[in-house]
């Protein structure tokens, strides 16, 4: 079993928390939020012992290694004091909203590279998801021409989310690049992006951002990705991905509570509504991502999604921005 400090007691972190506790082979050993009764109430509900600091909880003797789901500022600082410690993180995305932020903290963890370092992107784990890769790298549709990500939210969450999550791009789409990079099978080079305030036009001009978006992504071999995305889908949580090839295509489609499809007089093949919430359509990912990083802390090997995945899809974020702001084509950095 590997014991986990767990940083961070927020939604996610909860969520988190009660994965550890579930799993045969982890253990919740340590908890630390800055909201001391947040963190308290974590530990009771799980037998673990709430942290003074985040350093006390990363260092102490039962722990093996560390998942941070604290709020974004902090989760570089987090990944240094875990590596510094020589504790195996996994980290939620992103790294932080700003590149060279994350520039710094890659020096701490590159000099550090027997302690392993996974990026929280976990829809790479999601079984559909992962059963499209997989059908791809078999050649079950022969070569990828072009990939379609939806990415679509049920409802706009509260103003103060807005306002600590960096912008949609950064926030919400940032899944979709790294989903982008494990279809295309190369790196994008170039990238045009729009995004619109339409579902509260109002809210987002005050501060500054956006609710809808589409983007573009275009390898030097000339492979093509859709990305498009909405904080509000009043029919559910709208979670898809086409692969289409010069021999065929596969869809990983969204989840339903259930697939019953009724025929009556009134409906033909009505069905259960979407799933409405992101833990819901994404809990069996977050397990397996986890299960993957257990698995190459044991096997002590590199994790992936790695540290440099989670910066490369941040550069694709600031690429993105690059073109709203331009309404050009733009070059994504290298």
């Known amino acids: 079993m590997i014991r986990f400090a767990l940083l961070g007691c927020g939604r ?44 006390a909880a990363v260092e102490a003797a039962d722990v093996d290694a560390v998942l941070v789901a604290s709020a974004t500022p902090t989760h570089a600082d987090f990944i240094e004091i875990a590596v510094r410690a020589g504790k195996p993180v996994l980290c939620e995305k992103p790294i932080d909203l700003d590149v060279g932020r994350v520039r710094a903290c890659q020096e701490v963890v590159d000099a550090h590279p027997e302690v392993p370092v996974q990026i929280g992107f976990n829809r790479r784990f999601d079984p559909g998801h992962a059963a499209a890769f997989a059908a791809l790298a078999a050649g079950e549709i022969g070569e990828l021409l072009h990939a379609v990500i939806t990415s679509r939210d049920p409802g706009m969450p509260p103003r103060a989310y807005y306002e600590a999550a960096g912008g949609l791009l950064r926030d919400m789409t940032i899944h979709d690049f790294d989903l982008a990079r494990c279809c295309l099978g190369e790196e994008p080079a170039e990238v045009f992006a729009v995004a619109g305030r339409l579902c509260d036009p109002a809210l987002m001009a005050e501060i500054d951002d956006h609710d809808s978006a589409m983007v573009i992504l275009r390898t030097a071999g000339g492979k093509l990705c ?28 969204n989840n339903r509570g259930h697939n019953l499809a009724k025929y009556t007089k009134d409906a033909t093949a009505s069905r259960a509504p979407l799933q409405h919430f992101f833990i819901d359509r994404y809990l069996r990912s ?27 899809a941040l550069l694709l974020a600031e690429a993105a921005y690059r073109s709203v702001k331009s309404g050009k084509i733009e070059q994504i950095e290298a």
């Open 12 to 55: 996610i972190g909860v969520m988190h928390a009660g994965i550890l506790a579930r799993l045969a082979e982890t253990g919740l050993a340590r908890v630390y939020d800055i909201d001391e009764a947040a963190a308290a109430a974590v530990a009771k509900r799980h037998g673990a012992a709430a942290a003074a600091s985040p350093a």
């Open 226 to 253: 859709h990305i498009n995305n909405t904080r509000a889908a009043v029919y559910g949580y709208d979670q898809r991905i086409e692969l289409h090839g010069d021999r065929g295509m596969v869809i990983s489609d």
């Open 286 to 312: 977050y397990e397996l991502e986890i299960l993957a990083f257990v698995a190459a802390v044991k096997e002590k090997r590199p994790p992936s999604p790695g540290f440099a995945d989670g910066l490369r």
